[in-house]
C-alpha cells in the first residue's frame, strides 16, 4: 500500500512570499489532517477534512493560511503571505479508522 | 481542550538500558492514546495504541498500559538498542476532538553503545 505523499520536501522562501503544499493521502482514506511541527515542538492540528467537506479548521490562521480538498482526495496548503513564524515542518496525513499515517513532511524556511 | 504533556529530553541511555518516558494526558471522555516515533530523517510512525482503560499497548518490545485513575500512558522499554534512537511523541486522540491527533512536545532518545 502506498503511503503519503509529500511534495515538496524542502521549501526555502522569503517573507512575504507565497507558498504552496500538495498531499496525496493513502487511497480509500477519508480523513486527511494538515499539521505543523515547529523545531522541538509536536504536532499542532491546522485543519481536518472529511472527505471534501472541513470538519476543524479553528486552528488555521485564516488571514494567511488556506487549504482546500478538491474531489475528497489531494490536498493543497497555501501560506500568503509568509511570515518568518511559519518556518516548520508541514505534515499530512491521512486516517480510515482509528490510526492515522504521516507522509513525510514539508520543511518551510521562511528567510 | 486536550493535552498532552510528556517529559522533556533528551534522555540519554547505555544500550540495553530500561527506558520509560512519562506521559500524561487531560481529555473530556474516554481518549485513545498512541505513541508516535520519529526516526531521524522519516515520518512519524505509529509505534503502539491502546483505546481503552487497563489496555496494554505492545509493539517493537515497547509497551504502554492506558492507566484512567492516573489519566497516564507511560512508554516502557526493557532492553534499548542503538537503532531505538529516535524522537517518540505521546498523542490522544478523542471524540471532541473531532478525532484528530493532540500531541505532547516530544523527547529524543539517545542510546549510546
Known amino acids: 500500500e502506498a503511503g503519503v505523499a509529500q511534495s515538496p520536501r524542502y521549501k526555502i522562501i522569503e517573507k512575504r512570499q507565497s507558498v504552496a503544499f500538495w498531499c496525496n493521502p493513502i487511497?480509500?482514506?477519508?480523513?486527511l489532517y494538515w499539521y505543523q511541527q515547529i523545531l522541538g515542538q509536536g504536532p499542532k492540528l491546522l485543519i481536518q477534512f472529511q472527505n471534501n467537506g472541513v470538519v476543524d479548521d479553528s486552528q488555521l490562521p485564516k488571514d494567511r493560511f488556506s487549504a482546500e480538498r478538491l474531489k475528497g482526495v489531494d490536498s493543497t496548503l497555501k501560506i500568503q503571505p509568509a511570515k518568518l513564524e511559519d518556518s516548520a515542518v508541514y505534515l499530512c496525513?491521512?486516517?480510515?479508522?482509528?490510526?492515522?499515517?504521516f507522509g513525510q513532511g514539508t520543511r518551510l524556511t521562511v528567510v | 481542550g486536550d493535552s498532552v504533556t510528556q517529559m522533556e529530553g533528551p534522555v540519554t541511555l547505555s544500550e540495553e538500558a530500561f527506558l520509560t518516558i512519562n506521559c500524561t494526558y487531560t481529555?473530556?471522555?474516554?481518549?485513545?492514546l498512541f505513541w508516535y516515533v520519529q526516526y531521524p530523517g522519516e515520518g512519524l510512525q505509529l509505534l503502539l495504541k491502546a483505546t481503552k482503560a487497563d489496555d496494554k499497548g505492545s509493539n517493537k518490545g515497547f509497551e504502554a498500559t492506558y492507566r484512567k485513575e492516573t489519566t497516564s500512558f507511560h512508554l516502557e522499554k526493557g532492553s534499548v538498542q542503538v537503532s531505538d534512537s529516535a524522537v517518540y511523541f505521546c498523542a490522544l486522540s478523542s471524540l471532541a476532538g473531532r478525532r484528530a491527533l493532540t500531541f505532547g512536545s516530544g523527547t529524543r532518545l539517545q542510546v549510546q553503545p
Open positions: 487511497s480509500g482514506h477519508a480523513t
Open positions: 496525513a491521512s486516517s480510515r479508522t482509528l490510526e492515522a499515517f
Open positions: 481529555a473530556t471522555g474516554y481518549p485513545s
